[in-house]
């Protein structure tokens, strides 16, 4: 089979890519980089000619409200583009728990990039995952002052960007689900947890404090990021992955 992989260059595409030649399909990376512009068009056509599945793992460059324009230009643009190219196929990475957050910008962005995908021409699936255990840094560094880093106690199930990666190389190899795969790590924590266990493990000197009102996950209410029934969860322990 013949995979067009949009954001094929990036943390999970370049996996995915890996994923599908290793098993012997030919799959194509696909990025700004490679001269594919998803928002204005620019090579779209060529890059999902002749593509039996497309795998579109792109993300907005902003997390706030220009989130969901970004959605909904580049979706139409691919979802047109593959429709024409006679795609049978077309698979997108999501959130777990991405249309329980309302408050969220960029959460209402993926739900706006889901519902266009349902609506579309194209038998799909949507692979929604957990927080990657590789971006515990960032979240980290988001609500840093000094040598505190204040976190809420928002329940998070971190998962591997490699597992996730075989998930999605699986879900696009497959029949379409015209549905929703979840899947998450093996572990929950409470996020300020994961923080103290993260920066211990880096001797790192920051110490967390718990505040429900800091950074972005406060607007995370119970444990709607978790895994729900039937979800897949992947093999790698978070403490596993930071050793």
Avoid: C
Wanted: proline share 5%; glycine share 8%; aromatic share 6%.
């Amino acid at each position: 089979m013949k995979f067009a992989v949009i954001g094929g260059t990036g943390l999970i595409g370049s996996r995915v890519v890996e994923n599908l030649n290793a098993a012997g399909h030919q799959a194509v990376p696909h990025s700004l980089s490679t001269g594919v512009d998803i928002i204005t068009g620019k090579g779209l056509e060529a890059a999902v000619a002749g593509a039996d599945v497309v795998i579109n793992l792109t993300n907005s460059p902003t997390f706030d409200d220009a989130s969901l324009a970004f959605f909904q230009t580049s979706m139409d643009n691919l979802l047109a583009a593959s429709e024409k190219a006679g795609v049978g196929h077309f698979v997108i990475l999501s959130i777990v728990g991405v249309d329980q957050v309302p408050d969220m910008d960029y959460y209402r962005a993926k739900v706006l990039q889901e519902d266009i995908l349902k609506a579309g021409p194209i038998p799909y699936s949507i692979v929604r995952a957990t927080q990657f255990m590789e971006f515990m840094d960032a979240t980290l560094s988001m609500t840093t002052y000094g040598d505190t880093v204040r976190l809420p106690r928002t329940p998070i199930q971190p998962i591997a960007a490699a597992d996730v990666s075989t998930i999605v190389a699986e879900v696009a190899a497959g029949s379409p689900l015209n549905g929703v795969v979840n899947t998450a790590g093996p572990d929950v924590y409470p996020l300020d947890e994961l923080g103290r266990l993260t920066l211990t493990a880096k001797s790192d000197g920051r110490s967390v404090v718990t505040d429900d009102t800091a950074g972005m996950f406060a607007a995370v209410r119970g444990d709607v990021l978790t895994a729900r029934n039937h979800a897949r969860i992947a093999p790698t322990h978070y403490t596993d992955w930071l050793s």
